[in-house]
Structures are given as C-alpha cells and as structure tokens.
C-alpha cells in the first residue's frame, strides 16, 4: 500500500521561505516520477514541480528560480523548498507519485497522492 505524507506547510509572510517534505512508503521515490502539485480556493489543481526518477527536474513558470524540488533516497523523502513566497503561492500543497512523465505535467499524470499540507502567504 502506498503513502505519502506531507508536512511542512505554515504561514508564512510574502518573501518568506518554507520546505515542504512528502515521506513515502510503499513506493521507493528514487525508481519513479514524483510531483508536487496545488491548488488554491475556487481554482483547479496545477503543477508545481516535478523530478524524474533519472534526476531531470521541472517547474511551473510561476515558480521558476523560486522553488526547487529535491529527493534524499536514504529518507524516502521529497522536498518543495519554496523561496521568496508570493500570496499567490497560497494553495494546499500535494505530493504525487507514481506517474508519467508527460508533456503538459498534467495531475492526471499521477497515480499515488497525499492527503495535502496548507501554504498560506500573507501580504
């Protein structure tokens, strides 16, 4: 059975810096594709960032130069370390597994999903 567990999210002020973790179980992180998605109020769920099981990354533009997604093997972890927070950074926070890697990074992409972590920015 497979899990995945996020933490890390808080409130934080515009400008400010969070990691979020996703801790898997069931699923070895380093043999598959992981994401990290969100989605805000009244919003769909978008793709934030992803790393492939070779180690190739990708990130909305939104979050480009900001945000950099990382995996430590040992903990069977997954990282969002989030820079230089913006309001509109303010979504739950999901982690994903065990998908394609396709062309659009759609969240249709992934089988495996955690129960998601709340990022509020405040201005």
């Known amino acids: 059975q497979v899990q995945l567990v996020e933490s890390g999210g808080a409130l934080v002020p515009a400008g400010g810096s969070l990691r979020l973790s996703c801790a898997a179980s069931?699923?070895?992180?380093?043999?598959?594709?992981m994401g990290w998605l969100r989605q805000a109020p009244g919003k769909e769920r978008e793709f934030v960032a992803r790393i492939r099981w070779k180690s190739d990354t990708d990130y909305a533009d939104s979050v480009k130069g900001r945000f950099t997604i990382s995996r430590e093997n040992a903990k069977n972890t997954v990282y969002l370390q989030m820079n230089s927070l913006k309001p509109e950074d303010t979504a739950v926070y999901y982690c994903a597994g065990g998908g394609v890697w396709s062309m659009s990074a759609s969240p249709n992409d992934y089988r495996y999903w955690g129960q998601g972590t709340q990022v509020t920015v405040s201005s």
């Open positions: 069931g699923l070895t992180v380093s043999n598959f594709n």
